[in-house]
């Protein structure tokens, strides 16, 4: 029961949203949300269980922004914690190429049996923290990923101006979802190669009374 009512309210609220999920993208969120509970039981994951709010407030929440990015390329979802945003953009466009990175043990162990039960290639767990990623050179990642993503994190201007350059690509972008009173990080290298450019910041409301929230989007520089 509890199966079928997270599915339809996924369903039907992403409806509304006008992002439309397949039978096979739904039960890949549902095969994720029973996992994280499971997890949840003896690693803190998450502190939402309700069927209806981990539809609206975490899966929803990672798509409804999603039209405002690249449906390709290689990203990197840094604390991604129990997998959002990546997993669920990852499922939503199955051509993105998805790195979820975890700085905590307990964590990044959550995401390695995740990725191993969805199966979906081109999604990898790997645990280590942004800056180790940043000054490896993105762990041999050649060119660059094309994406850095975030939610549910703080954002400080030194992970905008050193951090996020080093990892992304010419022209990539780094989006950041935050809360309604969020307010960006200033970045001020006016004209300068290799650093990120503040490029939109989208609101928007989850149904439910799942609240506002912010997508801010930068861009790096050519």
């Known amino acids: 029961m ?3 009512r997270f599915i339809d309210i996924l369903r039907r609220t992403a409806s509304q949203a006008g992002v439309n999920l ?5 039960r890949q969120c549902d095969l994720h949300r029973r996992l994280l ?3 949840n039981r003896k690693v803190n994951l998450t502190r939402i269980t309700d069927p209806e709010e981990m539809a609206v407030k975490h ?6 922004p999603a039209e405002r990015l690249p449906r390709e390329g290689r990203v990197l979802d840094v604390g991604s914690g129990a997998g959002f945003p ?3 953009l990852k499922v939503l466009h199955p ?3 998805v790195t979820l990175l975890e700085a905590r043990r307990k964590k990044a162990s959550f995401l390695k049996v995740l990725v191993a039960r969805l199966g979906l290639k081109g ?9 180790d990623f940043s000054a490896s050179g993105g762990f041999g990642n050649e060119g660059g990923f094309r994406g850095v993503i975030l939610r549910a994190l703080e954002l400080e201007e030194r992970q905008l101006a050193r951090w996020a350059p080093g990892i992304l690509g010419s022209g990539g972008f780094l989006a950041w979802w935050a809360g309604p009173q969020a307010t960006p990080p200033s970045v001020d290298h006016p004209g300068g190669a290799g650093f990120l450019v503040l490029r939109e910041r989208f609101e928007y409301r989850l149904p439910r009374g799942g609240g506002s929230r912010q ?6 520089s050519l």
């Open 123 to 131: 999604l990898r767990a790997v645990q280590g923290r942004w800056e």
């Open 86 to 88: 990546g997993v669920p």
């Open 2 to 4: 509890t199966e079928c």
């Open 59 to 64: 899966f929803l929440d990672s798509f409804l």
């Open 95 to 97: 051509s993105l190429d």
């Open 215 to 220: 997508l801010f989007v930068w861009q790096r």
């Open 37 to 39: 509970l499971e997890w």
């Open 22 to 26: 397949t039978p096979e993208q739904l």
